[in-house]
């Protein structure tokens, strides 16, 4: 599946660019490039010395000063980074953001992580942040104008920046263009049979004490999930 935006990159540093990032989401196993790809779209336009008016976000994922400083960069620094140097300290942010909350299940999912942590795999009615603060005023995603910005507002901003251009679905699929979530409910219980009498015949496994079988599944289910 080739990136959706890629031709936004600089044509010299457009194949670089795409290894470099499926090299990030492999290391963080985050199962679309392309989430990665529409995060960075939907923040600074793939301009790698983007600044926000009104706070220090900076770069193509719009570090704050004291976010970049947690990293081991000042803004100044990464500004100076062209768009490929900059996914080092992308990789880096967004590693320290899944150790502490988990592996994001979408692209919503990661748009959280860094957007707004605390929204991470929350409800679609959960509050951001509300009229008055500073992240309200800089962010104006307060679309129905009640005075907070919700969860389900933050995946409505983040669509409304990818469907100008792409069809939306890839952002609840892995790169196959499997939805995640059915990939694990949809292992085939033949499948299972299979690695069940191969670990049995190999390690002397026993399946016929009670809750053997629905233990192994759960197992090899959550071999899956990793």
Known sequence: MSL????KI???LRTEFEKKLRVVCMNLKIRNPNWLMALIWAESRFIPTAKAPDSTATGLIQFLESTANEIGYSTAQIAKMNVIEQLV???RYLSLQIKRYGLPDNGYELYELVHYPAAFKKANGFILYSKGSAAYNANRLDYDKDGNVTVFELKTFLEKQVNPYYDISF???SESGQNVNQFIQGVP????????????????FS???PGSWKAFRIMI???FKK
């Open 10 to 12: 600089p044509a010299n």
């Open 89 to 91: 300290p992308v990789e």
């Open 189 to 204: 219980n033949f499948l299972l049979w299979v690695i069940v009498v191969g670990f049995f015949f190999f390690t002397g």
């Open 4 to 7: 959706i935006f890629i031709d």
């Open 221 to 223: 289910i959550g071999l």
């Open 171 to 173: 952002l609840n699929q």
């Open 207 to 209: 399946l016929l004490k």
